[in-house]
């Protein structure tokens, strides 16, 4: 069975950070691109981060830039997103998803999803 698994979110303070995990099961991660999306309460879901098989970074929110990161570790069969400088607005339940074809990922309709970690930023 495939799977994809987040953990890592929590509530941190503003201006805190937290590096959320995405560990796949079931396959492996080396020849998929991997996307990072959040959906916040009453919001669309929106892409963050996409990381291709190559290790091809692709930002989708400008206003991530300079405070969130994506890497992989194939041996761990692995994604991590770090976040820096957490902002109220960043607040949201984050997903990470898979898919072999950069494209679909970009498109934001990767064919595997994990099921979500709550992240709240808040004093």
């Known amino acids: 069975q495939l799977q994809l698994v987040e953990s890592g979110g929590g509530l941190v303070q503003p201006g805190g950070s937290l590096k959320l995990s995405c560990a796949a099961s079931?396959?492996?991660?080396?020849?998929?691109?991997i996307g990072w999306f959040r959906q916040a309460p009453g919001k669309e879901r929106e892409g963050v981060l996409c990381?291709?098989?190559?290790?091809?970074?692709?930002i989708y929110a400008d206003s991530v830039k300079g405070r969130f990161t994506i890497s992989r570790d194939n041996a761990k069969n692995t994604v991590y997103l770090q976040m820096n400088s957490l902002k109220p607005e960043d607040t949201a339940v984050y997903y990470c998803?898979?898919?072999?074809?950069?494209?679909?990922?970009?498109?934001?309709?990767?064919?595997?999803w994990g099921q979500g970690t709550q992240v709240t930023v808040s004093s």
């Open positions: 998803a898979a898919d072999r074809r950069y494209s679909t990922v970009l498109g934001g309709t990767p064919g595997y």
């Open positions: 990381i291709s098989s190559s290790s091809g970074v692709t």
């Open positions: 079931g396959f492996t991660l080396d020849y998929y691109t």
